[in-house]
């Protein structure tokens, strides 16, 4: 198992089981799957899936078959106890997506909701891609700088949020297409990248470090330092 890298952010969200924790939250996660062709054919893997919500929203709203993939074990849990609490066909198992321990071309849809930026993203891009179904579809919402930002404000973000990297969206598309991904777009955001209109869903654990309860204010002041240079875009492509 390839080690967690240390994130107190992610510390902070899985102690308070933070549901839908990306830009957007869980009002942006429905409105992305309104236009993919969605079944109770599909298997869908959930990369990253935290709590679990979009995994089970998945298998609830469309009957799809789910998996839903967390490095974290805390996570892995709560998302195993919502599965369970409303009896969804959905598999949550522990693992990395940078060394997958599932079979190629099974999924017909992959998702990872604010993931990537944590990971070697080209390791990680290529284990998608393997997992793909061939026509199989890879939406990602992911964190994007939008402009080149001084190494110690990329330092200072990096040892925050525990980021692998901060990419500007050509980077990413470069990404995607040294993958192999067609049809890369991009789609418009009009939802701002903290969840201000959303109260999102807690899953708390029994104990939390005391150090934690800072980190919402944290990433607050974070998102208000960076206001401009930090921001989300949503990628579609298909394998
Ligand atoms: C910001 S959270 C987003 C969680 C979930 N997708 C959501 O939107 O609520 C990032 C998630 O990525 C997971 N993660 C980090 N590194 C990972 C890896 N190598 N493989 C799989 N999941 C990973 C973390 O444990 C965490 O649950």
């Given at each position: 198992m390839v080690p967690i890298t240390h994130s107190k952010y992610l510390d902070f969200l899985s102690k308070f089981g933070i549901g839908s924790?990306?830009?957007?939250?869980?009002?942006?996660?429905?409105?992305?799957?309104?236009?993919?062709?969605?079944?109770?054919?599909?298997?869908?893997?959930?990369?990253?899936?935290?709590?679990?919500?979009?995994?089970?929203?998945?298998?609830?709203?469309?009957?799809?078959?789910?998996?839903?993939?967390?490095?974290?074990?805390?996570?892995?849990?709560?998302a195993k106890n919502r599965v369970t609490k409303y009896q969804l066909p959905v598999e949550i198992i522990q693992g990395s997506i940078e060394n997958c321990p599932l079979e190629n071309n099974q999924f017909d849809f992959i998702i990872s909701e604010s993931v990537l930026a944590f990971?070697?993203?080209?390791?990680?891009?290529?284990?998608?891609?393997?997992?793909?179904?061939?026509?199989?579809?890879?939406?990602?919402n992911e964190l994007t700088i939008n402009y080149q930002l001084d190494t110690s404000n990329k330092e200072e973000i990096k040892q925050f949020y525990g980021f692998d990297?901060?990419?500007?969206?050509?980077?990413?598309?470069?990404?995607?297409?040294?993958?192999?991904?067609?049809?890369?777009?991009?789609?418009p955001q009009k939802y701002p990248i903290v969840q201000n209109n959303q109260i999102p869903e807690y899953q708390y654990s029994?104990?939390?470090?005391?150090?934690?309860?800072?980190?919402?204010?944290?990433h607050f002041n974070m998102i208000a330092k960076y206001e401009g240079a930090l921001d989300y875009r949503i990628f579609s492509c298909t394998k």
């Open positions: 924790a990306h830009p957007g939250g869980f009002d942006l996660t429905k409105e992305i799957f309104l236009t993919e062709k969605i079944n109770k054919t599909y298997h869908i893997l959930d990369v990253g899936c935290g709590t679990g919500q979009t995994a089970a929203y998945l298998a609830a709203q469309y009957g799809a078959k789910v998996t839903g993939m967390d490095i974290n074990p805390i996570m892995v849990e709560k990971v070697n993203a080209p390791k990680s891009l290529k284990e998608i891609y393997r997992l793909l179904k061939s026509g199989g579809r890879f939406i990602a990297s901060s990419l500007l969206e050509t980077e990413w598309i470069d990404f995607f297409e040294q993958t192999g991904f067609k049809n890369i777009e991009i789609h029994e104990y939390i470090e005391p150090e934690l309860f800072m980190v919402m204010i944290e």
